[in-house]
């Protein structure tokens, strides 16, 4: 268990569950405009953690759950919050968030893949879809509102619940009953994923139990799980049933889960230094083998160069390359150390082996590229961005970093389209469309250029018409 200050109410985000939207009910259309909106919105209210390494591994465990769900056809985009508050949630469309504080408070990767699998048993189960079927009163567009006021509970749960009171004469009291119902179902279906997917099923009732006894210790710092996701002692005594029904065998974490996890904590407690005192007293007191002690000694280091400790940071990355030379965490880490010191020379080194070894790796892509901005090589970022593109698809950091690129390379005619996919990615589909008719008004294009701009002119021009349809 990690400090109990993890889970202090700091700018609390009590991110509500909405379950899956996909069904007779909504649209797959609709349901996809709706999760857009969903996730917009999430940005304004929060900090979604865009750093590669922790969205490669998120974005890896949550793909390995959903692949061995009954509806592997539903599409998911897993992120994670930064947030120490326990809690998580399932919105329109797929969408998924974890806050970083149910990754930390972990202890174990199981239970960490145990609230996802929750999670993605929401999406799955189609119970917003469900929602709208009980609640007859709604037409679609006032899903729209109870979008909104579901965010407005993430901030203020008293002034969010009045806001679905208020919509078409919404009963409350029906909606905290039927999650109820969807909450159990969404453990059974969880409990069954988690052991196809070769974790332990145990790790979601023992997160809960866990929890539960947070929660009786100190009302005043109860997890906001408790107040998304209504945890009583039959329902937690039901899914210890449903797990304890499979084999027992020997489960491991993942060397990613542990190395993400310090991660974290290095950069969550109040300051490097708190975060440095304890990690090495944790470092101190660890009985364990080396394996046990990698994975703090890399938390540490993250901690050091928070703090400027570099010579400290360098004594740790030593340890670490020592056991494995060619990790690609360590190197990522290594590198980033010598480009903190402004000592491109060896960090270049350092990325152009990880790059040899990963080159297809996300983090190793976008680390390189920031490192080679740095020092205003464009066309080496552009080069690796482009052929990283062929067989990945773009998001905003990718984006962002290319259009950069581009732009240093004088390249106005590329940076203003990806500035339009970048603002569409970013749920800012009407200011995507303006830039594309921009561009059309402003710049002399090849014919290339000119027929990528008009196509997708015309498809984001027809994107914002079903938006404004549903009153995006």
């Not at 769900?69 to 897993?78: H, K, L, R």
């Not at 009163?137 to 002034?159: C, E, H, N, V, Y």
């Not at 106005?412 to 830039?435: D, H, M, N, P």
Request: net charge negative.
């Amino acid at each position: 268990m990690l400090p109990n200050a993890l889970f202090a109410a700091n700018e609390n985000i009590s991110l509500p569950d909405f379950g899956d939207s996909a069904g007779s009910v909504i649209s797959p259309s609709y349901e996809r405009r709706l999760g857009q909106m969903f996730l917009k919105q999430v940005r304004q209210f929060s900090r979604i953690i865009d750093d590669p390494e922790v969205e490669s591994y998120i974005q890896t465990l949550g793909y390995n759950l959903s692949s061995h769900s009954d509806n592997t056809e539903q599409p998911f985009t897993f992120f994670m919050i930064d947030n120490p508050v326990i809690n998580a949630f399932a919105g329109p469309g797929g969408m998924i968030g974890i806050n970083s504080g149910v990754i930390l408070n972990s202890e174990s990767e199981s239970e960490f893949a145990g609230v996802v699998a929750h999670e993605i048993a929401h999406v799955t189960q189609r119970h917003l879809a469900r929602m709208f079927e009980e609640a007859k009163k709604f037409s679609l567009p006032t899903a729209a509102a109870m979008i909104g006021a579901l965010i407005i509970a993430t901030q203020d749960p008293a002034a969010g619940q009045a806001a679905i009171t208020g919509i078409a004469g919404f009963n409350v009291q029906n909606q905290i009953n039927f999650t109820r119902e969807n909450e159990e179902e969404a453990d059974r279906i969880g409990i069954s994923l988690l052991a196809k997917s070769d974790y332990d099923p145990r790790g979601m009732p023992e997160f809960f139990e866990r929890l539960q006894k947070i929660s009786k210790f100190s009302q005043s710092s109860a997890p906001d799980f408790f107040r998304t996701h209504p945890l009583t002692t039959s329902r937690i005594a039901d899914s210890r049933s449903r797990a304890e029904s499979y084999p027992e065998k020997k489960f491991k974490n993942s060397h990613a889960y542990e190395l993400i996890r310090y991660k974290l904590l290095a950069k969550t407690l109040k300051t490097p230094r708190e975060a440095i005192l304890f990690l090495r007293n944790r470092l101190e007191k660890n009985e364990g083998g080396l394996s046990e002690k990698l994975p703090i000694r890399y938390g540490l280091a993250h901690a050091y160069i928070l703090d400027s400790a570099y010579a400290h940071a360098n004594q740790q990355i030593k340890h670490l390359l020592k056991n494995d030379a060619n990790d690609v965490s360590y190197l990522l880490l290594a590198a980033k150390l010598e480009t903190e010191q402004s000592k491109y020379d060896s960090a270049f080194r350092i990325y152009k082996k990880a790059y040899e070894l990963y080159p297809d790796y996300k983090p190793v892509i976008m680390a390189y590229g920031r490192a080679l901005m740095d020092v205003g090589k464009a066309k080496e970022t552009r080069d690796i961005i482009k052929k990283y593109e062929r067989h990945h698809s773009h998001d905003l950091n990718s984006y962002a970093l290319l259009g950069q690129a581009e732009s240093m390379l004088g390249n106005e005619i590329e940076t203003a389209i990806l500035q339009s996919e970048f603002y569409y990615l970013a749920g800012e589909t009407k200011l995507a469309v303006e830039k594309l008719k921009f561009i059309k008004q402003r710049y002399k294009m090849d014919y290339y250029q000119e027929q990528r701009v008009i196509a997708r002119l015309s498809e984001l021009e027809y994107e914002l018409e079903l938006e404004e349809d549903i009153k995006l």
